[in-house]
């Protein structure tokens, strides 16, 4: 295996947690659920304290638990390093620190998680750090919107919640073009699906409580991309406080061990369901790049090895018809969240993207219809069945 690039499936279960060669250790990573560690001697402190020792010494700065999660969300991203976070948000907020200070700016797809945008508009509006916004109808004319004081380029695809996909590829090389620091958010694809520091963005990062964790019962984060990136995030990581639990971490790796047969599963059902959807009366469009009719059909098969996990639909009747259709599902899971081995649905207006105009909404797709499904891995036909009664009765 030395000469030999190892599989993602292979990589979810060992990578972070190499055991050969080691005798008499745990075949999982223990928790190391402490808050700071002992240093044998007055010279090991100071040592660290020049910066010419790895050990570890408090849990806000590094934990052999996290570490190991770090490592592991890196070989899957094909990254040379990882920080993890306390959340997709902490991850997010690191990166942009990292790489903007005041008086710079970020150009950002407008089509990203509503908290993410807002995160944007108040807490780095704040730090005088301003966003351009680029409506996704107007993205192949994004160069009219980076200026001299653009530092970052922020892309999320598929994005949340109409799965729409952005060339990469062609973003890019527009960032590459204006020297800017190209950040993405792989949270719907994962690293199993797309990996985009390959297709050359710089940083990567997820909001791991969704699909790296899989199992709703983790809040996680992580940012991976060139060890000098991540070593600034880090240090920003640190100072903010936005470190992972070392529980957490261990939850983290566990579910991680499962992403690639729960994606695969997941892409199954969601394929399934979208079809299924397309070919209902009371549905008046489907949001999912795996239909052939879908307009990002040909980009995402490009870019990602499958369309996803997440399906979006229009309803027909609006939020009246959205709220029936909804209190009727019985095996479907009203969360507002989604990545987890439990299909659940959302409703974006009074969730991810709550207290946005009509203006806004309309910019990026989203109607008083708009339903998003984040499926998970039970028998397709049960989803499809409960899905199809719901309808039946909105």
Not at 27 to 40: K, R
Not at 219 to 227: H, I, M, Q, R, W
Request: charged share 25%; net charge positive; glycine share 8%.
């Amino acid at each position: 295996m030395a000469n030999r690039k190892r599989a993602a499936a292979t990589d979810c279960i060992h990578a972070g947690e190499e055991r050969h060669g080691k005798g008499n250790v745990p075949l999982t990573t223990p928790i190391a659920q402490t808050s700071v560690f002992v240093l044998p001697k007055f010279a090991d402190l100071r040592r660290y304290a020049e910066g010419k020792s790895q050990d570890y010494l408090y849990s806000r700065y590094a934990n052999p638990t996290v570490a190991a999660a770090e490592q592991k969300i890196a070989a899957l991203e094909g990254a040379e390093a990882c920080v993890a976070t306390a959340s997709g948000m902490a991850a997010f907020l690191c990166a942009t620190l990292a790489c903007c200070q005041a008086g710079d700016e970020i150009v950002s797809s407008l089509d990203i998680y509503g908290g993410t945008l807002k995160l944007m508009e108040t807490v780095l509006a704040r730090c005088g750090i301003k966003t351009r916004f680029v409506p996704f109808q107007d993205l192949d004319r994004i160069e009219k919107y980076i200026n001299r004081r653009t530092r970052m380029m922020m892309i999320e695809t598929p994005n949340n919640p109409t799965v729409r996909c952005i060339d990469l590829r062609q973003m890019c090389a527009v960032a590459r073009k204006h020297k800017l620091t190209v950040l993405v958010d792989n949270t719907f694809a994962t690293p199993i699906l797309q990996q985009p520091l390959a297709l050359g963005a710089d940083l990567v990062y997820h909001s791991a409580t969704k699909y790296l964790g899989g199992h709703s019962d983790v809040t996680a984060g992580a940012l991976a991309g060139p060890k000098k990136w991540i070593d600034l995030a880090r240090q920003v990581m640190i100072v903010t406080g936005g470190c992972l639990d070392p529980h957490a971490a261990y939850l983290l790796i566990r579910g991680m061990k499962t992403l690639e047969i729960r994606v695969q599963r997941a892409c199954k059902n969601a394929h399934a369901i979208a079809r299924f959807l397309s070919q209902h009366g009371k549905v008046s469009r489907v949001f999912y790049p795996g239909l052939p009719e879908d307009p990002f059909h040909a980009l995402a098969i490009g870019q990602m090895r499958d369309a996803g996990m997440m399906v979006s639909f229009d309803i027909r009747g609006g939020m009246r018809a959205a709220e029936k259709f909804i209190d009727r599902l019985e095996l479907w899971c009203l969360a507002t969240t989604l990545g987890g081995v439990e299909s659940t649905v959302s409703y974006p207006l009074l969730s991810s993207h709550v207290g946005l105009g009509r203006e806004r909404l309309k910019m990026l797709g989203v109607s008083d219809g708009t339903i998003r499904l984040s499926v998970g891995i039970e028998d397709k036909d049960d989803l499809i069945g409960d899905l199809e009664q719901a309808l039946e009765r909105a």
